[in-house]
């Protein structure tokens, strides 16, 4: 009986937190505070909103300059713009002048020329 009775302490106790927290958590998902934090704004492309950026994969084929060391990811610098970039071989250190080759999967690789 008196494993019995602690056993039901226990899953009565965890009942009623569980409870708490789903009233909880619905009171916070619809606070003002939740929603600040919350991400409303639909993004459409009518709107101007492109999951892949189109820039970027015009980017193929130009050359730029290393603006981090790329050891292999690192940032490089075209017509004035910074992307982000991956050297296909090895490392190349930075003000180095590379060459776009491909955009894959939203990520440039460049290779030293």
């Known amino acids: ?12 106790s965890l009942f009623m937190a569980f409870v708490i927290f789903i009233l909880g958590s619905r009171r916070f998902a619809y606070s003002k505070a939740f929603r600040g934090i919350a991400l409303e704004a639909e993004e459409t492309t009518g709107e101007g909103f492109i999951g892949v950026d189109v820039k970027q994969k015009q980017m193929v084929g130009k050359t730029g300059r290393a603006h981090t060391v790329l050891r292999p990811s690192g940032l490089i610098e075209i017509d004035g713009e910074i992307f ?7 490392y190349i250190e930075k003000d180095v002048q590379v060459k776009v080759i491909r955009d894959e999967a939203g990520q440039l690789y460049v290779v030293k020329i």
């Open 1 to 12: 009986g008196h494993i019995l009775k602690s056993l039901m302490t226990v899953l009565i």
């Open 84 to 90: 982000d970039a991956k050297a296909e071989m090895g």
